[in-house]
């Protein structure tokens, strides 16, 4: 059962944006790791009240609706870093909230809101649109524009939508679902025909051009290490290069895919992919506990002392300025095709590697 959540606007004015890159391309390196400044790692209610009494685990608190079916915390402080996330996208993806050549949309439903920041600048932008929100958490803001709306809800469940939508958007949903193709079969379901559906997700692989990378890595190991824990309890992470075959498969026509790169750290020598990976650094850093917590603690048997000792190194690998590495963030989007259109060819793929 869905509970609305009737919820000031929020300053959405863009911040300054620099241009996407092919993930083929090299981002050349600072010849200085130094930074020049210290580390980062100091890093309504007319719903049911017992959703906003959220489990308290581990020093941190979680969703209590579907409470365990999502694995990482919704406190002030990771609230706070999925806000500087959001702004961190909007930077990388020159200003641009969406990719799909929207016209006029009348609907349009975003899965897995969070904080509600991309709903709320898509309701400024298209004031025509209802923009609805959805999310295990109720931690979104109370005032919003006229036309937006929040929505607790699990999209894992079948009645997670009711009216056709003109635009379906997801984002950084990875390990918040068995099988992310579910997701992608109900959306094609419930779009319009001509709709589109977009997904902006993460690669959890971390990736190095120059070889200043070595092996033993100690923040590409937890990366691999949170990947286990995700994959033992049916959830995986890995999904974002999957995404356009997914897409097509569901039977989206016109699908597009685009690749970015962010820096974990910043190590670049350009000032503005430097200053995105200044900010990624600080996102990584206050996320590190909360991307571990739970996941090795049920996928992994952990103990939350060793989680927390085995993070002290790889926050320091994570700020290390002599390792070049990044992530890929893929953007893909789709069109349902209209009434009996005969089905048109998707572009090729970017190369991955």
Same mark, same amino acid.
């Given at each position: 059962?869905?509970?609305?959540?009737?919820?000031?606007?929020?300053?959405?004015?863009?911040?300054?944006?620099? %241009?996407?890159?092919?993930?083929?391309?090299?981002?050349?390196?600072?010849?200085?790791?130094?930074?020049? *400044?210290?580390?980062?790692?100091?890093?309504?209610?007319?719903?049911?009240?017992?959703?906003?009494?959220?489990?308290?685990?581990?020093?941190?608190?979680?969703?209590?609706?579907?409470?365990?079916?999502?694995?990482?915390?919704?406190?002030?402080?990771?609230?706070?870093?999925?806000?500087?996330?959001?702004?961190?996208?909007?930077?990388?993806?020159? +200003?641009?909230?969406?990719?799909?050549?929207?016209?006029?949309?009348?609907?349009?439903?975003?899965?897995?809101? +969070?904080?509600?920041?991309?709903?709320?600048?898509? +309701?400024?932008?298209?004031?025509?649109?209802?923009?609805?929100?959805?999310?295990?958490? !109720?931690?979104? !803001?109370?005032?919003?524009?006229?036309?937006?709306?929040?929505?607790?809800?699990?999209?894992?469940?079948?009645?997670?939508?009711?009216?056709?939508?003109?635009?379906?958007?997801?984002?950084?949903?990875?390990?918040?679902?068995?099988?992310?193709?579910?997701?992608?079969?109900?959306?094609?379901?419930?779009?319009?025909?001509?709709?589109?559906?977009?997904?902006?997700?993460?690669?959890?692989?971390?990736?190095?051009?120059?070889?200043?990378?070595?092996?033993?890595?100690?923040?590409?190991?937890?990366?691999?290490?949170?990947?286990? $824990?995700?994959?033992?309890?049916?959830?995986?992470?890995?999904?974002? &290069?999957?995404?356009?075959?997914?897409?097509?498969?569901?039977?989206?026509?016109?699908?597009?895919?685009?690749?970015?790169?962010? !820096?974990?750290?910043?190590?670049?020598?350009?000032?503005?992919?430097?200053?995105? +990976?200044?900010?990624?650094?600080?996102? @990584? *850093?206050?996320?590190?506990?909360?991307?571990?917590?739970? @996941?090795?603690?049920?996928?992994?048997?952990?103990?939350?002392?060793?989680?927390?000792?085995?993070?002290?190194?790889?926050?320091?690998?994570?700020?290390?300025?002599?390792?070049? $590495?990044?992530?890929?963030?893929?953007?893909?989007?789709?069109?349902? !095709?209209?009434? &009996? %259109?005969?089905?048109?060819?998707?572009?090729?793929?970017?190369?991955?590697?």
């Amino acid at each position: 059962m869905s509970l609305t959540i009737p919820v000031p606007p929020r300053d959405t004015s863009p911040p300054s944006s620099v %241009e996407a890159v092919s993930p083929r391309s090299i981002i050349e390196a600072d010849s200085d790791p130094s930074d020049g *400044l210290e580390s980062c790692d100091t890093s309504t209610k007319s719903v049911n009240q017992s959703i906003f009494d959220f489990v308290r685990e581990n020093g941190r608190t979680y969703h209590r609706y579907q409470a365990g079916s999502y694995p990482f915390p919704n406190d002030q402080f990771e609230i706070e870093r999925m806000d500087l996330q959001f702004e961190i996208l909007k930077v990388l993806f020159k +200003g641009r909230n969406f990719f799909a050549p929207l016209k006029d949309p009348r609907k349009i439903f975003d899965i897995g809101t +969070g904080t509600g920041k991309w709903a709320i600048e898509m +309701g400024n932008t298209f004031p025509k649109a209802e923009v609805t929100g959805t999310d295990l958490s !109720p931690i979104q !803001p109370e005032w919003v524009p006229n036309n937006v709306k929040f929505v607790i809800d699990d999209a894992n469940e079948e009645d997670w939508m009711l009216d056709p939508m003109d635009y379906i958007h997801t984002r950084l949903l990875a390990g918040s679902f068995e099988d992310f193709r579910d997701v992608i079969a109900k959306s094609f379901r419930y779009l319009k025909p001509g709709g589109w559906m977009e997904s902006q997700e993460m690669m959890t692989t971390v990736y190095c051009d120059d070889g200043t990378m070595s092996p033993d890595f100690a923040f590409a190991e937890w990366t691999q290490t949170q990947d286990q $824990a995700a994959m033992n309890l049916g959830k995986p992470l890995r999904i974002a &290069n999957k995404l356009k075959r997914w897409y097509e498969q569901a039977g989206f026509v016109d699908v597009h895919e685009e690749v970015f790169k962010l !820096p974990i750290n910043s190590w670049p020598k350009d000032p503005q992919f430097k200053m995105l +990976g200044r900010f990624n650094e600080t996102n @990584l *850093l206050d996320g590190l506990q909360a991307f571990s917590l739970q @996941l090795f603690q049920r996928g992994l048997n952990w103990t939350k002392d060793e989680i927390e000792v085995y993070l002290v190194h790889v926050r320091k690998a994570l700020s290390d300025r002599n390792v070049h $590495a990044y992530h890929k963030i893929y953007v893909v989007w789709g069109r349902k !095709p209209e009434e &009996n %259109e005969l089905g048109v060819p998707s572009p090729p793929s970017q190369p991955t590697s």
